[in-house]
């Protein structure tokens, strides 16, 4: 079965701060695509930041970037210099390649202090 | 619109009652997903659309639960005879195509909450 694991449930951050967000999964496959989505209060899921598992360079957008340790299917998310606005709950995702649907972690909440 | 929206934002009902949950997705998107987030449990697939057709019903927890999609946009995820463990946010997510490995556009969802 595939599964994501994201095993901080609940973090924090003084803003400027760097923060780094666990992700491990399991799967057997060799094709998929690996993802971070940030859900403010509003609820509405938003894409962080998107990496293709058969590149081996990590992904950066602006002030998130990734660690991607394909060997030991690992997917952290590193979101430097924290502002207010990146309060929201981080969900950790995978999609196998020639499927559609993602695959969740249960979540991190990060809440970032002023 | 701009986004893809979702209604009602909120709903209250009684157990056993039946729920339309609607999904209007980003303007020439064909692709569309609904998906269920319940408390602490992440987000857990449901069924996606390509056009009208539905691929893929394996995510439907029960019989008690059906989509359609009609015109190639709107979407209704359908509940009947609710029960309480039904009591989540749905979410409906849209894409330009069925493209493997593709960004999903997210709705606000839908919170049910069945007493």
């Known amino acids: 079965a595939q599964t994501v694991t994201q095993s901080q449930p609940e973090m924090s951050v003084q803003e400027a701060e760097t923060v780094t967000l666990s992700c491990t999964y399991d799967?057997?496959?060799?094709?998929?695509?690996l993802f971070w989505y940030k859900q403010p209060p509003s609820r509405q899921m938003i894409l962080v930041i998107r990496?293709?598992?058969?590149?081996?360079q990590n992904a950066t957008e602006n002030r998130f970037s990734v660690n991607f340790q394909k060997a030991a299917k690992s997917f952290s998310l590193k979101i430097s210099d924290s502002q207010l606005g990146d309060t929201a709950m981080y969900f950790c995702?995978?999609?196998?390649?020639?499927?559609?649907?993602?695959?969740f972690g249960t979540g991190t909440r990060l809440k970032v202090l002023a | 619109g701009a986004g893809v929206s979702q209604s009602p934002s909120n709903k209250v009902t009684e157990k056993g009652k039946d729920v339309e949950l609607r999904c209007d997705p980003i303007?020439?998107?064909?692709?569309l997903y609904w998906y269920r987030q319940s408390l602490g449990q992440g987000l857990e697939f449901l069924i996606y659309?390509?056009?009208?057709?539905?691929?893929?019903k394996s995510g439907l927890p029960s019989d008690r639960f059906s989509a359609e999609r009609t015109g190639g946009s709107v979407s209704t995820l359908t509940i009947q005879r609710t029960q309480q463990e039904d009591s989540a946010v749905y979410l409906c997510?849209?894409?330009?195509?069925?493209?493997?490995?593709?960004?999903?556009?997210f709705g606000p969802g839908t919170r049910l909450l069945v007493l």
């Open positions: 303007s020439g998107h064909t692709a």
């Open positions: 659309f390509q056009g009208n057709s539905a691929p893929d």
């Open positions: 997510a849209s894409s330009p195509s069925l493209t493997a490995g593709g960004t999903q556009y």
């Open positions: 995702a995978f999609m196998i390649a020639g499927t559609y649907k993602y695959i």
């Open positions: 990496q293709e598992a058969y590149k081996q």
């Open positions: 799967t057997s496959e060799n094709n998929y695509y």
